[in-house]
């Protein structure tokens, strides 16, 4: 939003650069020296992003932190979300860096986040604030997004990539394109869907944002839209170290199926139709 020359806050740099954002300043400027000398200089607008709220990116995991940290991943997309830091306002970034893209130069960038972190390795929430991230890179076309650092090898932070590229052990991955998927309380359920056209599959991965001393609830999930039928493999990961691995199955009927859910537990439905 602001550059190093004003110190990083709204000041006369910023207003000598027609007022604009400095990542938006950026992108037009880029655009107009592609147009005017027909050479591309950047394929990639590339951003960092550490949640700003107190103690998200710690070690700690009281229940206001742990509760924080799991709505932070909303300062990604979320026009509505004011982020509870000292930014007070919607940060939006990846969604506010695609309409600036949309509005110069349509689809010639790509976009990353080369560096993110949601806390420790052995934090159940920051795990589950992981795999909201990976959803919402997805949902968002992110290009590149690099976790700093790579977690641990089996801590509960890993299970968040293997919940998306080895969630039975055996190297199955969720494939296909990102598809329009919601919740009737996003706030509990976070969810994100995947069709694999090609090989008929709907990959349904949804976060449980509710803690312990709260009951297990069953979730309802439709995918009406893409099939009346079929068979499923249910898998998750949860508090407070339980590792990705598989939890049964169901069948979808009249476009439906049951899923139990237990607390803080990032879960996976494979459908096959």
Known sequence: MYSPKDACTDGPDRKAHNDLPLIQWYIQQITDYQKAHGVKLVDVIDVHFYPQAPNVFSPQEDPLTALLRLRSPRS?????????????????????????????????FKTAVSEYNFGGDNLITAALANVNALGVFARQGVYIATRWTVPNTGSIAEDAFKIFLNYDGSGSKVMGDSVECDSSNFEIISPFAYNDATNRKIYVVFIN?????????????????????????????????????????????AGKFNYPVIVWSANLAVVSY
């Open 76 to 108: 990604l997309w979320d026009p509505t979300y004011s982020d509870e830091s000292w930014i007070g306002q919607p940060i939006m970034i990846l969604k506010r860096i695609n309409d600036w893209i949309s509005a110069i130069n349509p689809g010639n």
């Open 209 to 253: 944002n509710v803690g312990p001393g709260n009951i297990p609830v069953t979730v309802t999930i439709d995918v009406s839209a893409y099939t009346q039928s079929g068979t499923v493999r249910l898998y998750n990961f949860a508090a407070p170290n339980i590792h990705i691995h598989p939890i049964g199955t169901a069948t979808v009927s």
